[in-house]
């Protein structure tokens, strides 16, 4: 989107840096997609975008990728390719029958991607959809609330016995 985050940064607004610490839920994966909504909502409201969730609905996700690459705004895949991390979606062939994107997980290094039958093969046991960047807010947290708003979430995670109802993939 043509602004660069520092890596740390990111991982320190959605918790992903203190994920490790949450083995007891998850037996050792500790995604964030396990976390539900709420490292995405951090780190969308600290970067400045507006954002939403589509549900791992075919034809839903087909016209959002559609849509959003017309305007030239990649969109975050959810389970199309695993393990449990995001990956882009930044291209599609075919009418969408075969999506384009990079995700870390490529078996051959190269870290970009060609899917077909991306919707019937979607990891199983993973939320699954995409998150659509949308356009930039108005205003920014301030640095201080961006810190503060993080800091809760880790402590409330930690803190808890086990990841709340609402978390639970």
């Known amino acids: 989107m043509g602004r660069r985050q520092d890596y740390d940064y990111l991982m320190g607004v959605t918790g992903a840096a203190f994920r490790r610490l949450w083995h007891r839920d998850d037996g050792g994966n500790v995604g964030l997609l396990h976390l539900g909504d709420t490292p995405f909502r951090l780190v969308f409201d600290a970067l400045g975008y507006e ?10 996700m087909l ?5 959003r690459l017309a305007r030239g ?10 393990p449990p991390e995001g990956g882009i979606v930044a291209g599609y062939d075919q009418d969408g029958a075969v999506l384009c994107g990079w995700s ?3 078996p051959d290094g190269s870290r970009y991607y060609e899917k077909g039958d991306w919707f019937e093969t979607m990891q199983p046991g993973y939320i699954k959809g995409l998150i659509v960047i949308r356009d ?3 205003a920014t947290p301030s640095p201080r609330d961006v810190l503060v708003a993080s800091l809760e979430w880790a402590i409330d995670l930690e803190c808890a016995a086990r990841l709340p109802a609402s978390c639970a993939a």
Do not use: C
């Open 104 to 106: 870390y997980f490529q």
């Open 73 to 82: 705004v990649p969109l975050i895949s959810i389970g199309i390719l695993g």
């Open 63 to 67: 016209a959002s990728i559609k849509e």
């Open 136 to 138: 930039r807010k108005p």
């Open 51 to 60: 954002w939403r969730t589509v549900a791992a609905e075919k034809g839903a």
